[in-house]
């Protein structure tokens, strides 16, 4: 099991010791601030408004969710042997999404385009990560905007690991333009589909990335 960090952030001017801005906690728990403030929507943290109508969060709270959830690591080695990439196994694919509805229609395209592949499911970043250490799938589709873990930060912790040097990434997102340049120091050289056209480029990209890597396995040919 993986530590969680405790250290907290210095509050910033014109907040208490009680209170953190969406800077302030997007910096603690090392996610992007349009993270924070979706973790604040969905009522993960406890946030009001100031009366100039700045967003305040409460530490109390930033404690709980740190101490409810894993570090953005990748799990620690078990003992137990990887499942091994090429001849004999299936093609693994994880989806690292939380919307119900993209997570069926990734589904449905999977099953009707590539029936030789095994899909699997998480439903947050931190799940994701841990998924994605157990199966050290062949390809991975992240969204960007996770619960738990953005995106961004979990691609950054898969490229770090020896073990997914080989995985392609695929991001799927529905931010574009500006909103997604803050992720774009995770992005450099990854396929992004924005989700309105997901149906017809996503078909493609995942096939390339299965042939790429069907390529690399392949047995060199005999010498003459």
Same mark, same amino acid.
């Given at each position: 099991m993986n530590?969680?960090?405790?250290?907290?952030?210095?509050?910033?001017?014109?907040?208490?010791?009680?209170?953190?801005?969406?800077?302030? !906690?997007? #910096?603690?728990?090392?996610? &992007?601030?349009?993270?924070?403030?979706?973790? !604040?929507? #969905?009522?993960?943290?406890? &946030?009001?408004?100031?009366?100039?109508g700045h967003r305040r969060i409460a530490r109390a709270s930033v404690e709980r969710w740190q101490q409810q959830r894993s570090s953005p690591r990748l799990p620690a080695a078990t003992g137990v042997a990887a499942p091994t990439r090429g001849a004999g196994r299936e093609p693994q694919v994880l989806l690292i999404e939380d919307s119900r509805h993209f997570q069926n229609l990734v589904s449905l395209l999977v099953r009707q385009r590539f029936p030789q592949v095994k899909l699997h499911v998480a439903d947050d970043g931190i799940a994701g990560l841990a998924l994605a250490g157990q199966l050290q799938p062949e390809v991975l589709l992240v969204d960007i905007l996770l619960p738990g873990i953005d995106g961004a930060t979990l691609i950054t912790a898969l490229r770090s690991h020896p073990a997914f040097a080989a995985s392609r990434l695929i991001v799927v997102t529905s931010l574009d333009g500006e909103a997604l340049a803050p992720y774009a120091f995770a992005l450099q050289g990854v396929p992004v589909v924005h989700k309105p056209r997901l149906v017809a480029e996503l078909p493609a990209l995942l096939e390339a990335a299965l042939a790429a890597l069907t390529a690399m396995t392949a047995p060199a040919p005999a010498a003459a």
């Open positions: 530590t969680v960090t405790t250290s907290l952030t210095t509050a910033a001017p014109g907040t208490t010791d009680d209170e953190l801005t969406t800077r302030d !906690v997007a #910096r603690q728990l090392g996610l &992007a601030v349009r993270s924070v403030q979706l973790m !604040v929507d #969905r009522g993960e943290l406890q &946030a009001w408004k100031t009366p100039g």
